[in-house]
């Protein structure tokens, strides 16, 4: 049985429409799954939605419509983008589905039954507007809670808990055991000390009075599970856990074989939600120390430096950005303008800047001009060079052209899609360097520079299928393109197959190969934002 790389990202919310952030983590897990699908190995890509909650029945209240409608309809649009922007998911969490409800409903009745799920009473003061119990955290500096909560009264209430707090001890050990449990480190760093100040167990239940979209208590009908237990549960419930069994090594094997997972989340939710309540829960379900997941922590898209919210009306819609410079622009913009880890301001400017001058004048470039002095010169006909007659061209193939490659694997396991494609813009920079340094041209006057002549012609043309392979997990259209243009690999148009890892290094156009005519692969974008 093989190992399967098994990568999850945040399911979103369907109380709004989806945005740019969540265009990016799609784009950022989509690229990584297709990274390790182009490296040989099997994976199972999973993304879905988060279909339950209180927004989710107020929204639809609001709309006047049942709940599931409501979620119905939110679902589709973030189908529909991920289609658009050539998301590639195995597997799809949306958690209405009965399945899903089954396993968290196991999952709560066996906690429940070891003793590690008991009921409370809690009382404190409750914004009705808000439908929430509110802290004096949420006091204003006039020590009074501010108008957006209402009236606020005091109320008492019982409610189900999960024994969190019993688990700090192990959570810090586990994390100081393994120092990439979270990617980058000084996340990991981050949710330790809030691991430090962990006190109190976890409130998982609302009565059904104040919610009722969402799941049943196994235990008590009368309740719902309060957004952990639902949501979170996604990463094992659609990737065949079975909560009938209380030890990891008793799953199933197709459970196993994906287990674990590496976990793609905003930092918004690392702590408490994935670092701490996620993590403790996998424990209490028995989940050994090694078969935890790791979590990559990506930061947020901001807008002039301010968060994005729907309430300041300065959310950007991917789709509108998708539709007018194309998915491809959009998904180069994402993963060459971000480092992961980091926040980055959001710029439509940018991201033309960067598909003009990446893209066009960098890769599209190079491609039309080796195209086109191919043919001009050669009528299409590549050829291939001993080894003796690589005079002045070794810096370009023998150092380049591993570099490139070196520095995108590099890179690519180390989740920085940015960096990776650096490499590949570099080696397409270096060509273009070449073509003026050898002026192909002036070599074509000149019978006795023949061999040079061809020996150009073939490294501009195999650095360009080098080139297509590496920009592949983030470009794959492109790269189609530019192999349909090379007139290579033509029975695998359209498969992701078609792009491989261990085809990445020199010398993979055999001598005599004809290639195709070009066709701008990056037009320029000409509009202004
Ligand atoms: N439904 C919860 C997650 C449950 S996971 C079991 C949720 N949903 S969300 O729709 O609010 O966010 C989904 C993902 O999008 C999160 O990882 C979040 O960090 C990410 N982003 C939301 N806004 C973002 C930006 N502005 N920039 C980058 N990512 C952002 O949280």
Same mark, same amino acid.
Request: positive net charge.
């Given at each position: 049985?093989?190992?399967?790389?098994? =990568?999850?990202?945040?399911? !979103?919310?369907? *109380?709004?429409?989806?945005? /740019?952030?969540?265009?990016?983590?799609?784009?950022?897990? %989509? @690229? /990584?799954?297709?990274?390790?699908? &182009?490296?040989?190995?099997?994976? &199972?890509?999973?993304?879905? @939605? %988060?279909?339950?909650?209180?927004? #989710?029945?107020?929204?639809?209240a609001k709309e006047g419509v049942p709940p599931a409608q409501f979620v119905a309809v939110v679902t589709q649009k973030f189908i529909d983008l991920w289609?658009?922007?050539? #998301?590639?998911? %195995?597997?799809?969490?949306?958690? /209405?589905?009965?399945l899903h409800k089954a396993v968290v409903q196991g999952i709560l009745q066996r906690l429940f039954d070891e003793g590690l799920i008991y009921k409370d009473k809690q009382s404190g003061y409750y914004s009705v507007r808000q439908e929430q119990f509110v802290t004096d955290k949420e006091r204003g500096p006039d020590g009074e809670f501010g108008p957006e909560w209402g009236q606020v009264e005091l109320r008492e209430e019982e409610n189900y808990y999960f024994k969190l707090s019993q688990y700090r001890e192990w959570l810090l050990n586990y994390l100081d055991k393994r120092a990439d449990a979270v990617v980058p480190d000084f996340r990991q760093t981050e949710?330790?000390?809030? #691991?430090?100040?962990?006190?109190?167990?976890?409130? =998982?239940s609302r009565p059904k009075s104040r919610l009722d979209w969402g799941i049943e208590l196994p235990f008590d009908r009368e309740y719902v599970t309060y957004v952990w237990f639902d949501a979170l549960t996604n990463y094992i419930s659609f990737a065949g856990y079975d909560p009938a069994l209380s030890t990891f090594h008793s799953q199933p094997s197709t459970f196993r074989e994906k287990w674990p997972a590496l976990q793609i989340i905003g930092k918004d939710i690392m702590a408490p939600a994935h670092g701490i309540y996620w993590l403790i829960m996998l424990h209490a379900?028995?989940? !050994?120390?090694d078969v935890m997941p790791q979590l990559l922590v990506h930061g947020w898209w901001n807008l002039g430096g301010a968060k994005m919210s729907k309430s300041a009306g300065n959310v950007v819609d991917p789709n509108v950005l998708a539709d007018k410079y194309g998915p491809e622009a959009l998904r180069y913009y994402l993963m060459s303008d971000m480092a992961t880890g980091s926040d980055?301001?959001? +710029?439509?400017?940018?991201?033309?800047?960067?598909? *003009? $001058? %990446?893209?066009? *004048? +960098?890769?599209? *470039?190079?491609?039309?001009?080796?195209?086109?002095?191919?043919?001009?010169?050669?009528?299409?006909? /590549?050829?291939?060079? $001993?080894?003796?007659l690589r005079i002045g061209l070794e810096t370009l193939q023998l150092v380049k052209i591993p570099e490139? @490659?070196?520095? &995108?694997?590099?890179?690519?396991?180390? &989740?920085?899609?940015q960096m990776a494609l650096l490499g590949a813009l570099k080696l397409a920079i270096a060509c273009n360097f070449s073509v003026e340094e050898f002026a192909p041209w002036r070599l074509a006057k000149d019978p006795k520079q023949g061999h040079f002549l061809d020996n150009v012609l073939y490294s501009l043309v195999e650095a360009l299928r080098i080139?297509? =392979?590496? =920009? +592949?997990? @983030?470009?794959?259209?492109a790269a189609h393109e530019i192999f349909n243009q090379l007139n290579w690999k033509l029975d695998l148009n359209g498969k992701e197959e078609r792009f491989r890892d261990a085809d990445a290094k020199w010398g993979g156009l055999p001598d005599g190969h004809v290639i195709g005519k070009p066709v701008p692969v990056f037009p320029r974008i000409e509009e202004t934002p």
């Open positions: 049985m093989g190992k399967t790389f098994f =990568i999850t990202t945040a399911i !979103d919310y369907t *109380n709004s429409a989806p945005h /740019i952030g969540h265009a990016y983590e799609k784009v950022l897990a %989509d @690229v /990584i799954a297709r990274y390790h699908r &182009f490296k040989g190995e099997k994976v &199972f890509f999973l993304t879905g @939605v %988060d279909q339950h909650g209180q927004k #989710v029945q107020q929204s639809a289609k658009k922007l050539e #998301v590639q998911y %195995d597997g799809w969490a949306a958690t /209405i589905e009965p949710l330790r000390n809030a #691991v430090q100040k962990l006190s109190g167990d976890l409130c =998982i379900m028995g989940f !050994d120390d980055a301001d959001f +710029s439509e400017e940018r991201l033309v800047t960067r598909y *003009n $001058s %990446d893209l066009a *004048n +960098s890769v599209g *470039n190079l491609l039309n001009r080796a195209l086109t002095m191919t043919h001009k010169y050669r009528d299409g006909k /590549i050829t291939r060079q $001993s080894d003796q490139a @490659v070196e520095q &995108f694997r590099t890179q690519m396991n180390a &989740f920085q899609p080139i297509a =392979i590496l =920009i +592949s997990p @983030v470009l794959p259209k």
